[in-house]
């Protein structure tokens, strides 16, 4: 490709919009231009890098059997309403309707449709197993999109989904797609993690997160190097607390009554008392929404210096939604202003309390009084919840579930999600075969979905520097670009073009900038648009017969003869792509 006929257009200035660094390069190398909110136009060299990792995903795909299909992404609410998943997906659900009023979505996944295939064409345990995939735009009516296509309502997704005779089939599936996975994000370049995660609105009760490492990322996960326990933390598992002290040989004394005027948040009243944050149990309350559209205010006890999880909370009540209660709606369930309820005498009110509390010996909580708390208040002496959960954040510093050992943490992109569905959907949709014994049995399902725009900005994210994108070699849209230095030299320029030629005749795929513009201009768009190496033609070439070769991630710079420069740049390609090969 011509530089001088490659749509392209660079920005100099980071646009206002971009808060990170694959949002501001995308933009401004020229890979992607905005629509509207969360929707984009991929321009040439955009389109190109998600290509290139379209192939890595299928190649992987079919190393494992699975079977390329395309389904619409149109799709009938009746299917949706068979799983019950009309209601409960949410606002993010992009629904029309057609000139005949009936209702339709833009599918934000297909776990429906693809079963609604499979019910219709599969009758026989010998069709079993069976992995089907697809790539595809999805749509979601995110809330609030952000950070370019990390975060858009229009993205292009790689979804399959497996169907197995038994639970035993199901897993093998799933420990197929987890090792694919690994070599697709591996040949793309990223550093990453595979971590234990909350399945979400998908469903199933086992699931892993691939998390591209970044400071940028949306998502915390904890891992422990000691065992390799990894997991997002909103599915990350404290450990088991320490059992409280064995009380003396006389019993606590009851719990005393002070006076905390204007103390209501737990900084306020640990600085009242005198106290840690830790010796202070806090009491929340939500809504909680439930599928058949009933709603229940719940109270949660957490120590006061604890962060509530609140997608263990959702999965442990079986709710659809959570909803932080009012200070209003606080004073009205309990007759004291939200700071002051506390859980000792409460009524009416359904108590959970995170296991952690239960350990403590003694704790301040609210004494369900105006400007007053209790001190010293005993759990399961002074007051006993009605539930007790595992209901925190897990953080940096606390001990592994597994091992006991101290746990990390770090932020991350979710470019990837596998699933162990079970019979959720195939049950509802009487997705069913007949087995040896000529019994009906439902088929046992999984899931297994890579973000293809967003595993594109998550290499941006890991690979760039202060001049621009670093691309690995596995997912440039081009590998090489040739600079003449002066294009109106006629000797510069039919040197650049032998070695334009050679390359492409070496199966480099490769660029030639032959635009009429200053070395300096030409060199700074080389390092924006990322190509993992440049071949420099100047004035030496000629006087020396030598060229450079500069390497763009370490900046090394090799000169070497004219002649030989396509060989070089193609070994130098074929070294890092063997570079991200995984390991046998």
Known sequence: MRLSALLAPTLREIPGEAEIASHQLMLRAGLMRKVAAGIYTFLPLGHRAIAKVEAIVREEMDREGCQEVRLPIVQPAELWLETGRWAEYGEEMWRVKDRHGRQFCLGPTHEEIITDLVRKEVRSYRQLPLILYQIQNKYRDEIRPRFGVMRAREFIMKDAYSFDRDEEGMRASYQRMYDAYTRIFTRCGLEFRAVLADPGAIGGNYTHEFMALADTGEASLVYCDACGYAANVERAEAAAPAPAAAPGPSAPAPPVRVHTPNSRTIAEVAAALGVEPRELAKQLFYWAVHADG????????????????????????????????????????????????????????????????????????????????LRGAVPGRDFRPDEVADLRLVGAGDPCPGCGAPLLARRGIEVGQVFQLGTKYSQAMRATFLDERGQERPAVMGCYGIGITRTVAAVIEQ??????????????????????????????????????????????????????ERAGVKFKDADLYGFPFRVTVGPRALAEGRVEVVDRRTRRVLAVPREGAAAAVQERVEAALAGLAPRA
């Open 294 to 373: 009933r709603q229940e205010l719940v109270a949660v006890l957490l120590r006061g210096d604890r962060e509530l999880n609140e997608v263990k909370l959702k999965n442990h009540l079986g709710a659809l939604h959570l909803r932080l209660a009012t200070p209003e709606e606080v004073r009205a369930a309990t007759g004291v202003p939200l700071g002051f309820a506390g859980p000792v005498g409460l009524r009416g009110v359904r108590l959970l309390a995170d296991a952690e509390v239960m350990a403590e010996p003694s704790l301040v909580v609210g004494a369900n009084e105006e400007d007053f708390h």
């Open 463 to 516: 690979h760039h520097d202060e001049d621009g994108i670093i691309w690995p070699a596995s997912v440039a849209p081009y590998q090489a670009v040739v600079v003449p230095v002066n294009w109106g030299d006629a000797g510069q320029r039919e040197t650049a073009e032998a070695i334009y030629r050679g390359l492409l005749a070496a199966g480099v795929e490769a660029c030639l900038d032959d635009r009429d």
